[in-house]
Nanobody, 124 residues
Framework: QTHLVESGGGSVQAGGSLRLSCTAS????????MAWFRQAPGKEREGVAF???????NYTDSVKGRFTVSKDNAKNTLYLQMNSLKPEDTAMYYC??????????????????WGQGTQVTVSS
């Protein structure tokens, strides 16, 4: 059974940094697309960043240049380094995964495995 467990959330002031982690169990980081999503109160869930098995990444425009997604295949762990945080980054952050042919990521759609989320709160 696949499990994704996020950690690293917390409260920071604007301009600060946080590093989220997502540890996966039940499958190996082979031919999977991994992603971070977030959902703020009263808003729809949005894709933040994804990374494929080949290491290629993509980011939503609002976080480009501030967030970096990476993974450690040996540790089955996904990371999201968040710098220059803004109050509008406040949300519950979720880790997600989907098997893909060749491990390529193309869109934020179709993710089938989800973590429980970790809260990020950025104060002004």
């Amino acid at each position: 059974q696949t499990h994704l467990v996020e950690s690293g959330g917390g409260s920071v002031q604007a301009g600060g940094s946080l590093r989220l982690s997502c540890t996966a169990s039940g499958y190996r980081f082979i031919s999977v697309c991994m992603a971070w999503f977030r959902q703020a109160p009263g808003k729809e869930r949005e894709g933040v960043a994804f990374i494929g098995s080949n290491g290629r990444t993509n980011y939503t425009d609002s976080v480009k240049g501030r967030f970096t997604v990476s993974k450690d295949n040996a540790k089955n762990t996904l990371y999201l380094q968040m710098n220059s945080l803004k109050p509008e980054d406040t949300a519950m952050y979720y880790c997600a995964a989907k098997p893909t042919s060749g491990g390529y990521c193309v869109t934020f759609g179709g993710f089938v495995y989800w973590g429980q989320g970790t809260q990020v709160t950025v104060s002004s």
